[in-house]
């Protein structure tokens, strides 16, 4: 790769903006490069950033991790466009961070990762993975095998939110749920019960259900 294709390489990778005010007083105000992320709507579930600077990353964890920070968010660059864009961020995230050596350089790469740990994002790279996950977030009893019947019903229900993604595995797709999925989910569920029920399956009766484990 030559120097221009370095530079574009550059350039596409998304930028995360964190900007932490006090009144008019501005405490922080930090970009960083995002390797990774996954955006749903105007929300992020997932994101990384990597700084070279020790005090961007801590400044930007701690932004994630103290409730009494009142931060603004916004990213652009890569899939997500090339103006910023303000983005929201979950109440409760797992924060990861580490401090990586590059070879043939005297600093240190600092790499912060940050999961949204609501429950709401499932990353699957098949129907079967999907369902199981789907399976094991909602409540209405369920068998495993009715996922090869209901996946597609379930895809075009609006249960599922596809959200946009940066730097994950691509076999990976990723969705976010609806904020009534657990009514959507149960309809499905109740909707197809039904029809077996009418074609006088007598299999939904006589087996025992596994609840979402």
Same mark, same amino acid.
């Given at each position: 790769?030559? /120097?221009? @294709?370095? #530079? ?9 903006? $964190?900007? &932490? ?5 501005? =405490?922080?105000? !930090? ?16 994101? @990384? ?8 990353? *801590? ?6 991790? @103290?409730?009494? &920070? ?5 990213? $652009? ?18 924060? =990861?961070?580490?401090?990586? /050596? &590059? ?7 600092? *790499? ?27 409540? $209405?009893?369920?068998? /495993? ?20 993604? *940066? ?8 969705? &976010? ?5 657990? #009514? ?10 039904? @029809? ?12 025992? !259900?596994?609840?979402?484990?």
């Amino acid at each position: 790769m030559n /120097e221009t @294709e370095d #530079e574009s390489a550059a350039v596409a990778l998304p930028k995360l903006h $964190c900007l &932490v005010q006090r009144g008019d007083t501005i =405490r922080a105000d !930090l970009v960083a490069t995002m390797p990774a992320a996954i955006l749903a709507g105007d929300q992020l579930y997932y994101f @990384e950033v990597a700084a070279t600077a020790d005090s961007t990353a *801590h400044a930007i964890a701690g932004a994630l991790s @103290e409730s009494r &920070v009142d931060a603004q968010w916004q990213i $652009c660059g890569g899939p997500f466009g090339s103006d910023w864009k303000v983005v929201r961020l979950g109440v409760h995230f797992t924060i =990861r961070d580490t401090r990586l /050596e &590059v070879a043939r350089w005297k600093g240190r790469l600092h *790499h912060v990762a940050a999961l949204d740990t609501a429950g709401d994002l499932i990353l699957a790279d098949n129907d079967s993975t999907l369902w199981s996950k789907l399976r094991a977030r909602m409540t $209405c009893p369920t068998l /495993e095998r009715w996922g090869v019947a209901l996946v597609p019903r379930i895809r075009q229900s609006g249960l599922l939110i596809p959200a946009n993604s *940066h730097g994950i595995d691509p076999a990976l797709k990723a969705f &976010v749920l609806a904020p009534d999925a657990s #009514e959507r989910f149960d309809g499905i569920i109740g909707n197809y019960v039904r @029809e077996i029920g009418s074609r006088k399956q007598n299999g939904f009766g006589a087996t025992r !259900l596994k609840g979402a484990a």
